[in-house]
């Protein structure tokens, strides 16, 4: 059960705010001191610079901080860790051999056969038209 | 002479041999049955056609015969100069597993999964990890799971399974988890992915499948052995099925744990440093794999052309052409997976394979192949075309003796038919001594056969097994007949997902995948009887398993039967009388697992990942290390947002849930409407 920083009646407008940005980062699976702590800090980052969130309201703009910094691994969460070590692409190189598959062969050998085939039939129908 | 050399020596010896007994074995037969053929009436057109028929199947199991054979020769010797050396106070070269000082590189270990569940495949990893701990290597190994999960709830619950592991075991490195939009090539393309990706940071692989299971001693003694020989590019640790309760999956156990070893040591013996890969529960070089084992795609369509499912037996030659070696480690254990719990499943699954190992028809003629890996390719699809050529052959001889039957007069019947029974016999001698030297190798060691139940279960358990067997095999025979002509006719198997779990089989179920199997077995017994009835104690070990069909299903699926034969000592392999540490995690971990899968099954797991902050979390965290954006199309996600505005996740359709999943600012967007 998340316990909330003082009852709702209590609060001023940007309590509000704080303790709901603070519920959202303990349901994210923060402790509740680190929750208090990362809630305050981008809460406070986002009261200095307004043009973060002109557009916005503020919850929404420091729940949209904090996803993305949970996300990248800045604020340290248990159980979200890093899921794939840096990538360093090298592709694979074709088989190549085996892309010359005799069947291919086969099949250029059977279109050579019916050439010959129709190239015969052709010499044969000329022959008895004569 | 160099050792290298001496081993070759060596192994160019023993394939002679094999080739020699083989084709010696076939000749004498092949006379024979001609010779007890003509003698019945003379030879007729059915008897004709089925003499070449009779060479290509009796060479298929005089084959597996030599090979059983040189296996149990082998493991006799080994095993009596191991006791040789025990009594002679020799010292017994241990097991080394240390890894330190050797190098600071990790070896991947890989876990490819398809919508598998994933609360079994997180405990398998949970045990390998709790293993390697224990032998203090788990520094020295990276896992990934490599999902290919196309169903979207499976793939978030797998992603919240992997966040429950990394959190149980306390770890921030060393278990990762990818998951890939489009499943392109299948396993084989999601290994190459990893190669791509990763690749690089590892000079070695360990590729499992979803039911693996490896202990931590072998897992480190893989990697020793592949920083010893520069030139071995796969080592492959022979599987053996475990965990599984069906009576069907315990004959395959009980059949794998005793029969297993000395085919799978004939096999090693005979292939050398050229053996083969099955896919799963092995080791590669990393590097060697990236620069020769891309498989090309095969000309044609479905089911014998296209992408290659089959991909271990191609991988396996393709490094062997290049110059490396692919040998089968024989003497070490530990290494697990579980098979299919019905007939149906293993049926599904052999489908699969059969298609597969069929589309390696197109690669036999490749260039530059070595010779053996042919053979491996023809023997990977022989498995599968030997029992339209028994079924064929089958019936030729039945269409054969009847027509003698009704027109035989000659003097030499009885000397025929005594005839026909010495080939009779020999087949099957050829079949069942196998059987016999597998039980007299486990004889050899009381250890052995306590963990079999002891010698008079081990023998009842062996002769139980070799009864069902002989039941089964003419039904397997119909199925792979059937998987053969339908790859012909261009019908392609759709690919699923395994059946892993023991679901058991019903009367109904029995009823519809049977029925047509057992009229079929009926309408022969009763043409049989018509016709000839002498014929008919010839065939009878055919027609039973075939006209009990249904029952014979229903039994097989059965867990009741399996444990109660279990219950008297039945059926017994070491991993039930003495698990070996990695099991017991395992056993610990499934039933750590019991308790959150029944939560997680009444979860809807959308649902979840768009409300939850947690799910999202892990969600958001994983797309952002593994996934480029792929932002779906503006009008895409208006629709999507006017649907979920409407009528919450569930308006969703089910076709957009997994672009949606994949397109991480849209998904954002959404959840935070959820959070206001």
Redesign the interface.
């Known amino acids: 059960m998340q316990t909330s920083l003082l009852s709702e009646s209590k609060l001023t407008g940007e309590q509000l705010i704080a303790d709901r940005v603070y519920q959202y980062l303990v349901r994210c699976g923060l402790s509740q001191d680190q929750a208090r702590v990362e809630g305050q800090r981008v809460l406070c980052g986002l009261a200095s610079d307004s043009t973060k969130h002109d557009s916005v309201p503020l919850f929404t703009a420091a729940i949209s901080i904090l996803v993305d910094e949970i996300a990248c691994g800045r604020i340290r969460v248990a159980g979200v860790v890093r899921s794939a070590p840096p990538e360093d692409r090298r592709e694979m190189r074709a088989a190549l051999l085996p892309r010359r598959i005799a069947l291919l062969r086969i099949d250029a050998w059977a279109d050579a056969s019916r050439r010959v085939m129709a190239f015969a039939t052709t010499m044969f129908a000329a022959r008895l038209e004569r | 002479m160099t050792s290298q050399a001496l081993l070759a020596s060596s192994t160019s010896r023993i394939r002679s041999l094999v080739a020699l007994m083989t084709l010696m074995l076939v000749t004498i037969a092949t006379a024979s049955f001609a010779t007890v053929a003509n003698n019945l009436g003379g030879v007729n057109y059915f008897e004709l056609a089925g003499i070449p028929l009779f060479a290509i199947l009796f060479a298929w199991i005089a084959f597996s015969f030599c090979l059983a054979t040189l296996g149990f020769v082998a493991l006799w010797r080994e095993r009596i100069e191991t006791v040789r050396r025990v009594d002679d106070a020799a010292p017994v070269e241990p097991l080394s597993i240390g890894l330190e000082g050797e190098s600071r590189e990790r070896t991947a270990v890989l876990m490819p999964i398809y919508n598998e569940s994933p609360d079994r495949v997180m405990a398998g990893v949970k045990a390998m990890l709790l293993d390697l701990r224990e032998h203090s290597l788990q520094d020295k190994f990276?896992f990934?799971i490599l999902s290919d999960t196309t169903n979207h709830g499976t793939w978030i619950r797998e992603e919240v399974a992997?966040?429950?592991l990394?959190?149980s075991l306390d770890?921030?490195?060393g278990v990762?988890?990818?998951h890939r939009p489009h499943n392109t090539c299948r396993k084989a393309g999601n290994i190459?992915d990893f190669?791509?990706?990763?690749?690089?940071?590892h000079e070695f692989m360990i590729v499992l499948d979803a039911d693996s299971l490896i202990s931590g001693a072998t897992l480190g003694e893989m990697v020793r052995r592949m920083r010893q020989d520069d030139r071995l590019g796969i080592l492959q640790v022979p599987p053996v099925p475990i965990g599984r309760s069906s009576l069907f999956a315990r004959l395959q156990q009980f059949a794998a744990s005793v029969y297993g070893p000395i085919f799978v040591k004939g096999f090693s013996l005979w292939a050398g440093g050229e053996g083969n890969y099955w896919g799963h529960n092995a080791i590669l070089r990393v590097e060697a794999f990236?620069?020769?084992?891309?498989?090309?795609v095969?000309?044609g369509k479905p089911p014998l052309g296209g992408e290659i499912l089959s991909h271990d037996f191609?991988e396996a030659a393709?490094l062997v052409?290049a110059g490396y070696k692919v040998e089968i480690a024989t003497d070490l254990g530990d290494s697990y997976e579980e098979c299919p719990t019905t007939l149906a499943d293993y049926a599904q699954r052999d489908q699969r394979w059969c298609q597969g190992n069929l589309q390696h028809s197109?690669?036999?003629?490749?260039?530059?192949?070595r010779p053996l890996s042919r053979l491996h390719l023809s023997c990977g699809i022989m498995a599968y075309l030997a029992s339209p050529i028994w079924v064929l052959f089958t019936g030729l001889c039945m269409a054969g003796m009847i027509v003698d039957t009704q027109d035989f007069s000659g003097t030499s019947r009885i000397d025929s038919y005594s005839g026909a029974l010495a080939i009779f016999s020999v087949s099957m001698v050829m079949l069942l001594l196998p059987k016999l030297w597998s039980v007299l190798l486990v004889c050899q060691s009381q250890r052995e056969m306590k963990l079999r139940g002891g010698l008079l279960m081990l023998v009842m358990s062996s002769l139980l097994e070799t009864v069902f067997s002989v039941l089964l095999s003419p039904i397997m025979a119909i199925y792979h007949t059937r998987f053969v002509v339908a790859a012909l006719r261009g019908k392609s198997i759709r690919w699923s997902a395994q059946q892993r779990d023991e679901h058991g089989v019903t009367w109904s179920d029995a009823l519809s995948q049977f029925v047509v199997i057992t009229l079929a077995g009926m309408l022969v017994t009763f043409l049989l009887a018509q016709f000839a009835p002498a014929l008919l104690p010839w065939f009878s070990p055919l027609l039973v398993g075939v006209v009990f069909s249904i029952p014979l299903a229903v039994a097989m699926g059965s867990r009741k039967i399996g444990l109660a034969l279990r219950s008297i000592g039945a059926l017994l392999i070491p991993s039930e009388i003495d698990p070996p540490s990695v099991c017991q995690h395992l056993q610990r971990a499934l039933e750590d697992a019991k308790t959150t899968a029944r939560y997680s099954d009444q979860v809807d797991w959308f649902e979840d990942l768009i409300h939850?902050?947690?799910t999202?979390?892990?969600h958001?965290?994983?797309?952002?290390?593994?996934v480029e954006g792929a932002a779906m199309p503006i009008h895409q996600f208006k629709a999507l947002e006017a649907a979920f505005a409407t009528g919450g996740a569930d308006n969703i359709p089910l076709e957009s849930r997994s672009a949606l999943l994949h397109d991480?600012d849209t998904l954002?967007r959404l959840?935070?409407q959820t959070?206001?």
């Open positions: 990276d990934y992997w966040s429950e990394t959190r770890l921030t490195d990762f988890y990818r190459a190669v791509e990706r990763w690749g690089s940071r990236r620069m020769h084992c891309d498989l090309p095969l000309p191609i393709l052409q197109k690669l036999l003629a490749s260039e530059n192949l939850n902050p947690r999202f979390a892990i958001a965290a994983i797309q952002k290390s593994t991480i954002k959840h935070l959070q206001q």
